[in-house]
């Protein structure tokens, strides 16, 4: 069970950067995951009170609070216009509207689970995350990056341009809301392709591919699904999921070029 002494709810990130200078103290988002952790702290600090719960759109991009819902990129009309629906299709099958409605973006990006569709579908959508210290880097960098318990910084912000890509996001589950067996998202700009494939079931991560006169997309997602490892556990074997990476790619793929989407 995870266990705090203490509980700050603080009027501003710099006051948060502060308490969680000290290993002692933790950021929390939804508190979703952590309470299924065995995590003893002295202090938890709560960003809620700071007005980070919002998902803004401008002319150029969108820019996601972290203490935005994952419901809320569920249900975000623009976001799932611009984006052709993959924030609905990312989030719908992760346990139930009750449990989307407490999880929050930060903790999920934050987290870098292996099995999230969260990071998925962002990565392909070329994001960037705002961090309080460090500043604006991009989430194929963040990502890369081992968890660890002595980063003391917070995420802020994820931001996403609006850089006129399309995209489209597909995940396969042994049941509906378990983790996933496999979570890709493919967007497309021009020649200009972003795959990314999660629940592999290592952490998600990115291939960029540019299309040249001779490409076919079933080489494309080929060439895609073969730029990663994969891994065999309880939901299927590395080879199961090489195959279902390479077969979904194609199909979003296709989506996305309007092609209708054959079967295998
Ligand atoms: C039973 C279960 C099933 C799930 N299934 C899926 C699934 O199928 N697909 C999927 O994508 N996800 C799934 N999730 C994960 C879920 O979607 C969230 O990603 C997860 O709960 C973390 O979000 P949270 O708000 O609860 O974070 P918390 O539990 O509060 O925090 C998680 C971590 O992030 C850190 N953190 C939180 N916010 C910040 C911040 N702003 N800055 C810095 N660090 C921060 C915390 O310190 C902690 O280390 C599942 C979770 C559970 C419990």
């Not at 990130?13 to 003893?40: D, F, H, P, Q």
């Amino acid at each position: 069970m995870f266990r705090a002494d203490d509980y700050v709810k603080v009027e501003s990130l710099g006051e948060a950067y502060e308490l969680c200078k000290k290993r002692s103290s933790l950021v929390i988002g939804g508190m979703v995951w952590m309470k299924m952790t065995n995590v003893t702290k002295r202090t938890i600090v709560d960003l809620s009170g700071l007005g980070l719960d919002g998902i803004e759109e401008t002319k150029d991009a969108f820019s996601i609070g972290c203490m935005c819902t994952l419901r809320q990129l569920e249900t975000h009309e623009g976001l799932n216009r611009y984006f052709g629906g993959i924030f609905k299709e990312c989030t719908r099958h992760i346990v139930g509207v009750q449990m989307r409605n407490c999880a929050t973006v930060g903790g999920s990006v934050w987290g870098r689970f292996g099995f999230s569709d969260i990071l998925t579908c962002l990565l392909a959508l070329d994001a960037q995350v705002e961090l309080y210290h460090e500043g604006i880097l991009s989430l194929e960098e963040f990502a890369a990056r081992p968890v660890r318990r002595d980063d003391r910084d917070i995420l802020v912000r994820v931001i996403i341009r609006k850089d006129g890509r399309r995209a489209a996001y597909a995940s396969q589950r042994n049941s509906q809301t378990d983790f996933p067996l496999i979570a890709c998202c493919v967007s497309n700009l021009g020649r200009h392709w972003f795959v990314s494939v999660g629940a592999r079931p290592g952490r998600a991560r990115l291939a960029r591919l540019v299309e040249d006169d001779f490409d076919t997309l079933p080489r494309l997602a080929a060439e895609a699904a073969g730029a990663f490892s994969y891994g065999t556990n309880m939901r299927g074997s590395g080879e199961y999921r090489h195959f279902l990476a390479e077969t979904y790619t194609r199909r979003l793929m296709e989506q996305l070029r309007g092609r209708s989407v054959k079967r295998q």
